[in-house]
């Protein structure tokens, strides 16, 4: 299947900004849980990690949820790339990671089978939002951007192991 680039919109829409920015916001309830010892090896600001350490002490579940939200808006400011990735390998064994990791290999804008295995297996995940980003890759190639191919395969890494974290 050849992809006609004329007809392709390839600019990124708004909705699919607030979503990238609302799955980085949830990340915020899989920190809320992690261990003090686990905080700090996340890849962080000063500022975020004292916020998630004040959450660890909190014992009122309305001043957690309330935490949980504040550090839902802070996290935008912190690298999203380092912050999933360290997540995840905290969260996840060395063979689930092996495991998840070879979805991002099997990957593929024409596999559309693989697709939907995919997104029925993590819970999370939007079809459309994986296809626009696998259909990014594919530009990538197409336009032989180099930058903009690291930066599509850097986010389509990110993403499958943000669904990853969402799904459990």
Known sequence: MVINWAEQDMRVSRTELKKQHDRLKSMAEPL????????????VSDYFLTELE?????TSANARNRQIKRIGKIISEEDR??????????L???EQI????????RLNVH???TLKQFVKQFKACEKNTL???????????HMADDELLEESEQ???????EMAILSR
């Open 111 to 113: 596999d559309d089978g």
């Open 131 to 141: 296809y626009q980003m696998l259909l990014w890759i594919e530009y990538a190639k």
């Open 81 to 90: 790339h380092s912050l999933v990735d360290a997540l995840f390998k905290i």
């Open 32 to 43: 809320a849980y992690l261990s003090k010892k686990q905080m700090k090896k996340l890849p």
């Open 92 to 94: 996840f064994t060395p």
């Open 98 to 105: 092996a495991k998840i990791d070879g979805w991002y290999a």
């Open 155 to 161: 986010d389509l890494q990110t993403y499958v192991h």
């Open 54 to 58: 004040d959450l660890a002490d909190m």
